[in-house]
């Protein structure tokens, strides 16, 4: 392939990006931060809310880590992995109590699978938020500096999570 060809294929990406709107993708962003902020605050013992926390947290770190200036790419890929591994543990952490209310009357393999299975789902979560933050930072990139860009996905990550976890402290109180 020769050069004139790969930066003509890189323009038309780069064309290809500006155009697709960004506005729909926000909003399954926050609608994904929404759904683990909700998660997170459902959990009945209050002193599990702590968690709540920890996963804002791991949202604030991925979007540093992928808009960072930096001159070593290394760190910012460690931030956002960082961030995802955090925001993992607590989702899975979070919904595997959920899961336990039955605890009593599950078998051992019955307990084994409840245990895969609320992990499995935090983790699918996690990288499904992941993956979109990724994109979403891409995209945004393309249009606005690297403040700008980390300022709009802070906040629609945030937004995100906090009307989530607003909306799972409603649900508890009806």
Excluded: E
Excluded at 9 to 34: E, F, H, M, N, P
Excluded at 60 to 68: A, E, I, K
Excluded at 78 to 101: I, M, P
Excluded at 117 to 122: I, V, W
Aim: aromatic letters at 6%; charged letters at 15%.
């Amino acid at each position: 392939m020769t050069r004139s060809s790969k930066r003509h294929r890189d323009r038309q990406r780069v064309d290809r990006l500006k155009s697709q709107s960004t506005g729909g993708l926000a909003l399954i962003c926050g609608i994904c931060y929404g759904l683990a902020g909700l998660l997170l605050t459902r959990l009945p013992d209050l002193a599990w809310l702590g968690l709540w926390p920890l996963g804002l947290l791991a949202a604030w770190l991925q979007v540093w880590g992928l808009t960072r200036p930096s001159p070593s790419k290394f760190q910012g890929i460690f931030l956002d992995q960082l961030g995802t591994g955090l925001l993992t543990v607590v989702l899975a952490a979070g919904l595997n109590y959920l899961g336990s209310a039955q605890i009593d009357n599950v078998s051992f393999l019955g307990l084994i699978l409840q245990i895969l299975a609320c992990s499995g789902l935090g983790l699918m979560l996690a990288v499904l938020c992941n993956r979109l933050t990724v994109l979403l930072a891409d995209r945004l990139r393309i249009r606005f500096s690297d403040d700008q860009t980390r300022a709009l996905l802070t906040t629609v990550l945030g937004l995100g999570f906090i009307l989530g976890g607003l909306a799972g402290l409603l649900l508890k109180l009806i």
